[in-house]
Structures are given as structure tokens and as C-alpha cells.
T-cell receptor
Framework: GEQVEQRPPHLSVREGDSAFITCTYT??????FFWYKQEPGASLQLLMK?????EINEGQGFTVLLNKKDKRLSLNLTAAHPGDSAAYFC??????????FGTGTTVSVSP | NAGVIQTPRHKVTGKGQEATLWCEPI?????VFWYRQTIVQGLEFLTY????????DSGMPKERFSAQMPNQSHSTLKIQSTQPQDSAVYLC????????????FGPGTRLTVL
């Protein structure tokens, strides 16, 4: 079955710096990919859904890149601020079934 | 739209007791998913329903865990004879049910088994 590896497990950056998180997956049939943010004590908040091969999506304060050739999904928090401090999870959807989550990255942004 | 509602938010049980967790999906969503989150195992899929029918329970421990969706407005996860290793945050998510649709998560129920 699909396996998703997420790196790094922890990331500490200063305000204004970038924070880069990468997920690699194994199943070439995986089709849709998601990034979720989880603030302490809160539930999972959807950041972005991507599906096209080799796509760069820009959200508010972050960029997502999907490279299906390399089976790699990445999230870049650009100009991080303390409000970005949270756990981030990538997730893979193989077709309307359960999401397979990465192991998570805890990001800490210091002023 | 109130989002996915889960009750209770916190539940403490003694070892061997039963725990029932409730989930109310977003109105109009036809798919409901249950996940479990722990520090050690991360986010694990348990089971899901589509149009109230059980579709995949491959993540459910075969003993003591059961899930139902008696109507389109709620689903329950029941754990019989709870054990300390069942302590986790149990998350419910719903989605419109179309392929590759986003799943929207509830706040979770933190279960502590003493």
C-alpha cells in the first residue's frame, strides 16, 4: 500500500524566514494531495489541494509544489510569522477513500 | 455551517469501560471518515461510510471497535472494554463524497483511558 514519508519532523525558523517541508510517496496511482495545518489543541485545517502533475500553487503565505515524476510534494511557508507555528501534515488520496497522512512536521516560528 | 461536530470533546474512562463517540457531519456531505491520532502512530485511518453504508473498515481493530451510521446526520464510534492503548484523539471528517473531494475535520474527541 501507499506509504508517505514526511521530513523534517521538526523545524524551527525565525520570523521572515522560509520553512520547507517535503513528503515523498510510493504509489504512482496516487492522484490527489493535500496539506493540512493543525494548531495546538485544534483540529486539521485544509490548506490546499493539488492534483496536477508538476504544479505550483500559491496560497496566502505559502507555496505548494507537486512533482509526480519524483513522487514528491512540498510545502514552503514563505516569510513565516509566529501564527504559522503549528503541525503540518501532507495527505494522499487514492480515489475517494481514506487519506494516508505523512508523519507531520512541527514548525516553530520565533519572533 | 457549523462544520463537523464531535461530542464529547473529552472523555475519560476506566479500563474495561465502554466509550461511545459521536460525529455529526456537515449537512449534505455523504461520506464520513474516522481517524485516530496519537503521538506515536500519528494519524491513522479507522473506517468510513458513504451514503450511510460502511465502505472500508480496514483500519479498525477487529476486536472491541465498531462504527455505525444510522442516519445521514450522525455516526458513532464505539469502543468496548477500553484499554490504555486506546487513549488518543479520535477525529471525524466528512466530505461531499465525490472522488478526491476534500475532507473537513471535526475538533476531535480526546479519549483518556485510565
Amino acid at each position: 500500500g501507499e506509504q508517505v514519508e514526511q521530513r523534517p519532523p521538526h523545524l524551527s525558523v525565525r520570523e521572515g524566514d522560509s520553512a520547507f517541508i517535503t513528503c515523498t510517496y510510493t504509489d504512482p496511482n496516487s492522484y490527489y494531495f493535500f496539506w493540512y495545518k493543525q494548531e495546538p489543541g485544534a483540529s486539521l485545517q485544509l490548506l490546499m489541494k493539488v492534483f496536477s502533475s508538476t504544479e505550483i500553487n500559491e496560497g496566502q503565505g505559502f507555496t505548494v509544489l507537486l512533482n509526480k515524476k519524483d513522487k514528491r510534494l512540498s510545502l514552503n511557508l514563505t516569510a513565516a510569522h509566529p501564527g504559522d507555528s503549528a503541525a503540518y501534515f501532507c495527505a494522499v488520496d487514492q480515489g475517494g477513500r481514506a487519506l494516508i497522512f505523512g508523519t507531520g512536521t512541527t514548525v516553530s516560528v520565533s519572533p | 455551517n457549523a462544520g463537523v461536530i464531535q461530542t464529547p470533546r473529552h472523555k475519560v474512562t476506566g479500563k474495561g469501560q465502554e466509550a461511545t463517540l459521536w460525529c455529526e457531519p456537515i449537512s449534505g456531505h455523504s461520506a464520513v471518515f474516522w481517524y485516530r491520532q496519537t503521538i506515536v502512530q500519528g494519524l491513522e485511518f479507522l473506517t468510513y461510510f458513504r451514503n450511510q453504508a460502511p465502505i472500508d473498515d480496514s483500519g479498525m481493530p477487529k476486536e472491541r471497535f465498531s462504527a455505525q451510521m444510522p442516519n445521514q446526520s450522525h455516526s458513532t464510534l464505539k469502543i468496548q472494554s477500553t484499554q490504555p492503548q486506546d487513549s488518543a484523539v479520535y477525529l471525524c471528517a466528512s466530505s461531499p463524497g465525490t472522488d478526491y473531494a476534500e475532507q473537513f475535520f471535526g475538533p476531535g474527541t480526546r479519549l483518556t483511558v485510565l
